[in-house]
């Protein structure tokens, strides 16, 4: 009798345990290349042109509420079109494009572009929120093709103020917070994903760590606060685009992330998943010396389709 209520009582536990994880919100990653993608326009050396396989979209992410259904994006890259239906596929909505919104970090091809979608000439959606910095919000509204979208309420900008948390539910949020980049139309941001029981760090672009530390934030410090990372990993190592001037798009190597936090225990370098790599980047192929250096130092990357809970 009493082995059975045992058991009784271990699936029961078990029954909550899966229906728990059911319900509970997480990050889905969309994509994890450069602006461009990869391979990119122009170029001929990549055997992804031929083998689907190897292909990679541009760096984004979704939040997905089981619950409440609800989903929304982080960034509007030019793969939105398959980003949109890798996400119906996983988490499928009833309306077009069914999203609860979309935030923008800046205003590079690789993080807005791909708002076009939603236009009357595609989606034709109607009053998407879009969540946008100040300069970010000015740009879209007064910058053709972008202020359509706006003037026939396609988008419906929702303006956001740095360090200030947008709650998207009763147990998910979103901090925006300033960071270095280059910054010629809109500014930079990062965010924090506040979840019931995780939070995720998205810091996709960024000029150097150090730039960091003169605004009086360390990188560490928001690596300890959340569970996982998701960091700009757009170069490799100086040197990896002959013929141009690496210091005109600065962002930091992983090399020289990896040294940084080479001292770090294995509980914070494994939070680290990087991000946003260029199509020049050796850790693109993940049997390759690269990403095996990376994950022998305690790193990862970040998959398509890596899902975190929050």
Not at 21 to 26: E, G, L, T, V
Not at 54 to 79: H, M, N, Y
Not at 149 to 165: A, D, S, W, Y
Not at 219 to 225: D, M, P, S, T, V
Request: hydrophobic letters at 40%; charged letters at 25%.
């Amino acid at each position: 009798m009493i082995v059975g209520q045992v058991l009784g009582l271990t699936a029961c536990l078990l029954v909550s345990a899966s229906t728990s994880s059911a319900k509970q919100p997480y990050v889905l990653v969309l994509g994890v290349a450069q602006d461009a993608g990869y391979p990119q326009a122009g170029t001929k050396e990549s055997s992804a042109w031929k083998d689907h396989s190897l292909r990679r979209k541009a760096a984004c992410l979704a939040i997905v509420d089981p619950v409440s259904g609800q989903r929304w994006l982080f960034e509007a890259t030019p793969d939105f079109k398959d980003q949109l239906h890798l996400l119906d596929e996983a988490a499928p909505h009833p309306q077009r494009p069914g999203l609860a919104g979309i935030f923008l970090t800046h205003g590079h091809m690789g993080h807005y572009s791909g708002l076009i979608h939603l236009g009357r000439e595609a989606i034709g959606a109607k009053s998407v929120p879009v969540y946008a910095m100040p300069r970010m919000k000015k740009f879209l509204e007064t910058n053709g093709p972008w202020e359509l979208l706006v003037r026939l309420k396609n988008i419906e900008i929702r303006p956001m103020q740095t360090e200030r948390v947008v709650s998207l539910s009763a147990n998910l949020k979103v901090r925006p917070f300033l960071v270095p980049h280059r910054d010629e139309y809109t500014e930079t941001v990062g965010y924090e994903i506040i979840g019931p029981k995780k939070r995720v760090l998205f810091i996709p672009d960024i000029d150097k760590w150090e730039k960091l530390d003169t605004q009086g934030v360390k990188i560490e410090k928001l690596i300890r606060k959340v569970d996982v990372a998701f960091i700009d990993g757009t170069f490799y190592a100086e040197g990896e685009i002959p013929g141009r001037a690496m210091s005109e798009i600065p962002h930091p190597f992983i090399a020289e992330t990896m040294t940084r936090f080479s001292k770090r225990s294995k509980v914070f370098k494994s939070k680290v998943h990087f991000i946003h790599l260029n199509r020049t980047n050796p850790a693109l192929n993940q049997n390759g010396k690269a990403a095996q250096e990376i994950r022998k130092r305690g790193f990862r990357l970040a998959e398509p389709m890596q899902r975190v809970g929050l």
